[in-house]
């Protein structure tokens, strides 16, 4: 059953006429080794929270909005408002029935994407007959354009918020380089320089940063150099991804974490992906599929470091991921994967899964619950009992994980990449908002 609202009635919550604060006891245990012999100590500690209840208008920026993502998260948000020019994007994309298509172009047909960056370096070479809507001129002059942009862009439509969200073209990685990217100072000097390693993602993301503006990257490469991360710490601007988590890579990240922890042992994951969509085309080339296929593989790593008797130290199951583009099957993507694992007694085990999806129509979604958790994250404040003072959360979001093939974190943090912790760290998290204790599954009562 859906319930539209609630509120909870608990010495621990407080409700004002502008926030919700509550007190949230955190357990958890400590591990020391003394004597010779290991000692678990449960550990408490107190935080409170405190919840800004103002829901803001939000405007929604999306960087490759005339592409299938962008048009098709359009065509149904206003589908599904109205229950009923990007109309030649979401045309072209090819992923609604066409009798929808039909219904929706009066309504997308005026919309205009603004111009974006176009750099020829960072994507695959057959994507310049689409780059028709581009800004011109050094890196420093198209940051100070995004910035202009997203200004007018929250003025004209009256919104208290903005977010910033990445759906265009995978960019290839960005070489790394002291000096050039790896610090806040040496990043903005690279941009005064105009030099040519600085990627597009990077200067929407940089543009979004000095305006404190959340930002959001849904494609694999690593926008977010070092020297961003440092900025947006020091500007305590949220910034979160990396790439959307919406089909096989989701699938991957429940089913290794269901094997591992059976005691079921992954030696061989091989995901094969053909489709024929414009993502396709541009993943078609090596630099750019080699960003995605980062992504995709680096899902099970935390799954496999959590057992120690299956896995010896660097032990890793092979892992190859391929992705093809078949033009003739457009949006619908097609996903093959074959599991093989050692199990009692030298046995095999072999699992063959086939997937086919409309990409887009798993993206668009995601896209929608990004912002939305983006935004409230913003509004929600916390401390520790030995802390003076209420602060956000870390500016980079892992917050936003349980969305994202390849979660970005901040420096030290380790990464979780399993389905249902991400999502129990994102339940607990909001019921601890608003003083709820975790849902631990014991369900005592009937026992």
């Not at 977010?163 to 790896?182: M, Q």
């Not at 991804?241 to 890579?249: A, L, N, V, W």
Request: hydrophobic letters at 40%; a negative charge; glycine letters at 6%.
């Amino acid at each position: 059953m859906f319930i539209e609202n609630f509120k909870v009635e608990s010495p621990n919550v407080k409700y004002t006429d502008s926030e919700i604060q509550s007190v949230y006891n955190y357990q958890t245990t400590e591990l020391v080794h003394q004597n010779n012999e290991w000692i678990v100590k449960p550990k408490t500690v107190k935080y409170e929270f405190k919840t800004n209840t103002h829901v803001p208008k939000l405007g929604v920026m999306l960087v490759g909005w005339g592409g299938n993502n962008g048009s098709t998260l359009t065509g149904g948000v206003i589908a599904n408002r109205d229950n009923m020019n990007l109309a030649d994007a979401m045309g072209r994309a090819k992923v609604f029935d066409i009798e929808l298509q039909k219904q929706l172009r009066p309504y997308m047909e005026s919309m205009v994407p603004l111009p974006g960056i176009y750099d020829p370096d960072f994507i695959a070479a057959n994507q310049g007959e689409r780059a028709n809507n581009v800004i011109k001129g050094t890196k420093k002059e198209q940051v100070q354009h995004i910035i202009k942009d997203i200004k007018e862009f929250k003025e004209a439509n009256k919104v208290d918020r903005v977010v910033v969200l990445w759906t265009a073209n995978t960019e290839r990685y960005s070489n790394v380089v002291v000096g050039l990217n790896d610090t806040m100072e040496n990043l903005l000097a690279s941009v005064d320089r105009n030099e040519s390693e600085i990627s597009p993602s990077t200067l929407f993301a940089l543009a979004c940063v000095t305006e404190n503006v959340p930002f959001i990257n849904g494609s694999p490469q690593n926008t977010f150099v070092p020297g961003l991360i440092d900025l947006a710490i020091k500007k305590n601007s949220l910034i979160g991804g990396d790439d959307f988590k919406s089909g096989q890579t989701k699938i991957k990240s429940v089913l290794v974490d269901f094997l591992v922890g059976a005691g079921i042992k992954p030696t061989s994951i091989v995901s094969y992906n053909h489709l024929g969509n414009n993502d396709g085309m541009n993943l078609s080339a090596p630099q750019t599929f080699r960003s995605k296929e980062i992504s995709k593989s680096n899902v099970v790593d935390d799954m496999v470091n959590s057992n120690g008797i299956l896995y010896a130290p660097g032990e890793h199951p092979d892992h190859v991921v391929v992705i093809k583009y078949v033009p003739y099957v457009a949006d619908s993507k097609r996903a093959m994967d074959e599991y093989t694992s050692e199990i009692f007694m030298g046995g095999r085990n072999t699992i063959v899964l086939h997937n086919t999806c409309e990409d887009s129509l798993l993206a668009a979604p995601i896209i929608l619950d990004l912002v939305l958790l983006a935004e409230l994250s913003t509004r929600i404040e916390f401390k520790n009992e030995a802390e003076g003072k209420f602060h956000s959360f870390h500016p980079v979001a892992t917050i936003l994980s349980y969305l994202t093939k390849a979660p970005l974190v901040p420096p030290g943090t380790p990464v979780v990449n399993a389905l249902s912790k991400q999502r129990a760290m994102l339940e607990n998290i909001l019921r601890a908002c608003v003083g709820l204790a975790p849902e631990n599954n014991m369900i005592l009562e009937y026992k």
